[in-house]
């Protein structure tokens, strides 16, 4: 793991290397002063190419440095549509392009920015090269001082672990989630529903997206876990929170760990789709990053963008 002050462990993976693989296997992660955090995203055995993507923005030197919060993000290329891993792969990238950019918006409204941002370079990419109907999900999230913001499209999920409690932050924008939230069909006929994955938004779509954003409070402890719907079609909240949460014990010693271990149920029970898991744990009761690190001298080449993994 990388350490505060110290070089970042890269990125690896297959992403990029073969048309065959798509975005390949990826994993990442850090290790900083007020919280780790680990990502690991897989083709699983069925489908012939990776359609998820990932990455991460973590600042190295001390977060009193920082001119604002980490962002981690994770997308989904839509199954059955062109290009689905060009997609993902254009939103992490576009997104976390503008999060670092100068003069940085308060955190809600820089991550609807990063979001639209990931949009139009999705929406502009599909018309350049013809792929009409290339989309993604797109799951973001920054620590803003005890808070946690998340910005949201599509049914990737962002799941926050307390104390051995699993509590879903994200509604999925589906056809299905809808049904369930009008009443009209129960979360147990919903999960064997056929049309469980048919999207109502996306990004890159349309040439604007509306983008939900969700607050959460946060206290030393506290998982986040960011994941495609390879993972939680097969892995219930309950083994989210019995692994996530026991991260630190024996069983579960590091966010790696934690990471590992989740795309391994979901691949051990058959999913049929690519699986991707962001883990990150907050450590500190403190400010993330510490109050008033807004500062014009921020330094870009102390801090690292964790979208280009090793060829």
Known sequence: MSRPGSGPEPLTGAAGSGSLRGNGSLRGHGLLAKLGWALRSEPGDVRPHNEDYAGAYAPISPDDAWDRGPLFVVCDGLGGHVAGDVASRAAVES??????????APPSAALRAAARAANSAVFDAAIEHRRRGMATTFTALTLAGREAVIAHVGDSRCFQVRRGTCTQLTSDHSRVAEMVRKGLLTPERAAEHPDRSQLLRAVGLEPVVQVDVVKAATEAGDIFVLCSDGLWDMVTSDEIAERAGAVGTPAVPTVVDAAEQLVDLALRAGTTDNVTVLVVKVTTD?????AGARRPFFRRDRAWRAFNPTR
Do not use: C, E, I
């Open 95 to 104: 997104a976390l392009a503008a999060w670092t950019a100068p003069d940085p």
């Open 286 to 290: 403190r400010a993330v990053p510490a």
